[in-house]
């Protein structure tokens, strides 16, 4: 089993910045490819980004790219989504999650673990 704990969400203006963490406990940690998802009311999950095991590969939606950066440390056991310029349309509930495997992942089938999720809202 792994748990995972997410953190750093909150209230924004467009334009500002905000640093979700995702702290794991479990099992080795750098075994686990991580990714990030978001969810709106009433909408599918969403992949935002996603890093490999070692953190030398990641993979990112295209809404995001040049906005959003991922990164871990698998020394403290946990995942990061640097966000800046937010947009009032990166509203949601952000979620992490931990794949077995190398990774990274865009499909959220291939996550096995699941965070409680933070809310991210973006004021215009």
């Known amino acids: 089993q792994v748990q995972l704990v997410e953190s750093g969400g909150g209230l924004v203006q467009a334009g500002g910045s905000l640093r979700l963490s995702c702290a794991a406990s479990?099992?080795?940690?750098?075994?686990?490819?991580m990714g990030w998802f978001r969810q709106d009311p009433g909408k599918e999950r969403e992949f935002v980004a996603a890093?490999?095991?070692?953190?030398?590969?990641?993979a990112y939606t295209n809404s995001v790219k040049g906005r959003f950066t991922i990164s871990r440390d698998n020394a403290k056991n946990t995942v990061y989504l640097q966000m800046n310029s937010l947009a009032p349309e990166d509203t949601a509930v952000y979620y992490c999650?931990?794949?077995?495997?190398?990774?990274?992942?865009?499909?959220?089938?291939?996550?096995?673990?699941w965070g409680q999720g933070t809310q991210v809202t973006v004021s215009s």
């Open positions: 890093i490999s095991w070692s953190g030398g590969n990641t």
């Open positions: 999650a931990a794949a077995q495997g190398l990774g990274p992942f865009r499909n959220y089938r291939s996550y096995d673990y």
């Open positions: 479990g099992r080795t940690f750098s075994n686990y490819a």
